[in-house]
């Protein structure tokens, strides 16, 4: 019986559909694993393909070319050098999986099924997989793996099957994506549990990358029988990282190796952010981002994380101003794009507002003014930007927070112009904090300036959109610390209005909050996608309909 067992963990960045490129990329990380004399590479989930691969998985040819890959693959380990777990589609027959291949000794050794299929917030597996049975172990070199694919680790059952019929570890592939604080409020519990349940221990292998909406941040770990920690990854980076294994008795068991640091929620945060904007960047293939920048505390976070993410060069900042903007507003823009070092123009937008009052007055007639002449001034700026993206390649960066999206304070057409968005899932109380903290901080990977990324005027003056005289954000908005405290009851909690009344706040404040929650739904259903921070982000985990006559929750 062999005594020692050498595994590396590949937290690796796959892209959806880019198979030679993920390929190539496992490929390096088996060269690197061969150097550190491992006998296991193990990759994440879907890491052929890319995950999630949504309906990529319904295309055939798409299929088949991971299956070809996954051969390609496995006839390299005929070099007798480390064997590899893969994560791909399984065509099974009539049945299709999401699976984990062994390869090993030249050929495909094993392949497990996902057993657990998720089917809430952000996934719908069940609609493009067929479930497979609940896996049994897999003999690999004298040892017996459980080979386990993500949501099976969050239920018992496939993991008891595999203690009872054998296994000696459990190893999960997984492409679980980020909310703040996941790992130790979710995952490490979790995985107590299942040691403790089948006294094994447990391997969580997780990609680190941006897939769209969704941020997968690593964080993989090894949990020995004892239910300590022997490695921990770090959150956003990618690292081959090699566990050894010995035996102790009839239990396998994990050496220490390093634990990482778990950053602070606002340092995960702003990680998150960085490597959302930066993959969808770089893997869509844009040359850098655009976008508006006002002198307000939206925009200026925005061009932050750009910075960082990109590099100042690659980070085109636009000033717009109207004669309504202040010249506070004016200096603090400049300031921001002189701090970040990036690329700052300025285009007045008052010719076009006088160019479109004179062309809309025959039809407006004698109406005063009022918030369509607002709207108007943001949709100039939209056209304004999307002309520049347009001209040059670069992706217009939109700027709006969830606590605007919440509420519909934000223009179609306007300032929700835009590719993406890093802002659509953090609360303007989130992102006065974000703004303090990258100010005091450099964010680990950092492409961006090493000191303050903005004026402290920019944090501490009231907001405004400044699309009329003396506007301020809290003329039409309540106090955004109780604005946001509403809706995270209504959106996070799904609490009611009678619910949130009994916990302190004020009945017609809530009513209001909600009406506006409800009603702006047609708007966020055509707003840019943009980064998952919480378990309610807009979009794929909160899904409500348009036209909407349910009004329960008002009583």
Same mark, same amino acid.
């Given at each position: ?62 299929? &088949?070319? +991971? ?14 050098? #480390? *064997? ?37 917030? $952000?996934? !719908?597996?069940?609609?493009?997989? !067929?479930?497979?049975?609940?896996? *049994? ?7 017996? /793996? ?15 099957? /595999? ?47 941006? @897939? ?9 770990? $090894? ?32 050496? @220490? ?10 340092? @995960? ?25 006002? =002198? ?12 960082? &993410? ?30 970040? *070092?990036?690329?700052? !123009?300025?285009?007045?937008?008052? #010719?076009?507002?006088?160019?479109? =009052? ?58 929700? +112009? ?12 989130? $992102? ?12 680990? =990977? ?53 619910? /949130?009344?009994? &916990? ?49 929750? $008002?009583?």
């Amino acid at each position: 019986m062999a005594e020692t067992l050498k595994i590396a963990l590949a937290q690796i960045n796959s892209h959806a559909g880019a198979i030679t490129a993920n390929v190539a990329r496992i490929r390096a990380a088996r060269a690197e694993a061969a150097r550190l004399a491992a006998d296991l590479l193990v990759t994440p989930e879907f890491s052929i393909g890319g995950y999630p691969p949504e309906d990529l998985v319904k295309k055939p040819a798409f299929v &088949a070319a +991971c299956a070809e890959a996954i051969a390609a693959l496995a006839a390299e380990t005929a070099d007798g050098g #480390p *064997g590899v777990i893969v994560g791909g589609p399984w065509q099974n027959g009539e049945l299709l999986h999401n699976a984990a291949f062994l390869l090993d000794g030249g050929k495909v050794a094993a392949r497990r099924a996902k057993h657990e299929l998720p089917n809430y917030g $952000v996934f !719908d597996e069940k609609r493009v997989f !067929d479930a497979g049975p609940a896996p *049994g172990p897999v003999p690999f070199r004298g040892f017996r /793996l459980g080979m386990m694919v993500c949501e099976d680790w969050w239920f018992p059952a496939v993991s008891e099957t /595999l203690s009872e019929s054998g296994a000696e570890i459990l190893l999960s592939i997984n492409g679980s994506p980020f909310e703040v604080d996941k790992h130790e409020r979710q995952r490490v519990p979790l995985a107590v549990s299942r040691v403790v349940e089948t006294g094994l221990p447990f391997v969580f292998l997780a990609q680190v990358c941006g @897939q769209d909406e969704l941020v997968f941040e690593g964080a993989s770990f $090894v949990m020995n029988p004892d239910r300590g920690l022997a490695h921990l990854l770090p959150m956003f980076q990618e690292e081959i990282r090699l566990t050894e294994w010995h035996r102790e008795g009839e239990r396998l068991v994990c050496a @220490q190796g390093a634990v990482a640091p778990t950053p602070e929620p606002l340092a @995960q945060i702003y990680g998150a952010m960085m490597l959302g904007l930066r993959d969808y960047v770089e893997k869509n293939r844009f040359p850098g981002v655009v976008l508006g920048l006002s =002198g307000g505390i939206d925009s200026a976070i925005s061009a932050a994380v750009a910075a960082d &993410a990109l590099g100042p060069d690659r980070v085109h900042a636009v000033m717009m101003p109207s004669p309504y903007t202040s010249a506070e507003s004016l200096e603090d823009a400049a300031a921001c794009a002189e701090l970040l *070092g990036i690329r700052y !123009d300025s285009i007045n937008i008052g #010719p076009a507002m006088e160019a479109f =009052g004179a062309m809309l007055a025959p039809a407006f007639g004698n109406r005063p003014p009022d918030i369509t002449e607002e709207n108007l001034q943001s949709r100039i700026r939209g056209v304004t930007l999307m002309a520049l993206s347009n001209k040059f390649g670069e992706m217009l960066l939109t700027t709006g927070n969830k606590s605007e999206m919440s509420t519909g304070y934000a223009t179609l057409y306007g300032d929700m +112009c835009g590719g993406y968005s890093v802002l659509k899932d953090v609360y303007k109380t989130t $992102v006065f904090a974000l703004c303090r903290w990258r100010n005091a901080h450099v964010p680990a =990977g950092s492409r961006g300036p090493q000191g303050a990324a903005m004026p402290e005027r920019v944090i501490t003056k009231p907001p405004s959109a400044e699309l009329k005289p003396d506007q301020k954000d809290q003329d039409s908005l309540p106090p955004y610390e109780e604005l946001d405290a509403i809706l995270e009851g209504l959106i996070e909690g799904e609490k009611s209005v009678d619910a /949130l009344v009994a &916990a302190g706040f004020d009945r017609a404040t809530v009513l209001r909050v909600w009406k506006m929650l409800d009603r702006a739904e047609y708007k966020r259903r055509q707003a840019p996608p943009g980064v998952k921070i919480t378990p309610r982000a807009f979009g794929r985990d909160r899904r409500y309909p348009i036209t909407n006559g349910f009004t329960a929750l $008002v009583s």
